[in-house]
């Protein structure tokens, strides 16, 4: 599978916190990804980028919070996080990047 421009859309960057980095020793990985992107999507863009086999996706939306910017209220934006579950072997290193 090769890999398209529109794969690039979906994922935007991996996450590396220590959450992501316990997850990471079960043989997952932790993508930050497009808020309208589809379990598919994000499935066929893993397995095309990296060139491995991709057991589940789950996901979730953090939603933004109000905070305070020079006394202004502002809000973060919204956030959709992939958690990308890969067969056994198949191991993706997060630190090299693409």
Known sequence: MTAKPEHYDVIRKPIIT??????????????????????????????????????????????????RFRGQLGKRRDVKKAYVTLEEGNTIDVSTGL
């Not at 808020?35 to 979730?60: C, H, R, W, Y």
Request: charged content about 30%.
């Open 18 to 67: 220590e959450k992501s980095t316990m997850a990471g020793e079960n043989g997952c990985v932790v993508f930050e990804v497009a808020i309208d992107a589809t379990k598919p999507q994000v499935k066929e863009a893993v397995e095309a980028l990296f060139g491995v086999k991709v057991k589940a996706v789950n996901t979730s939306i953090t939603k933004g919070k109000v905070k």
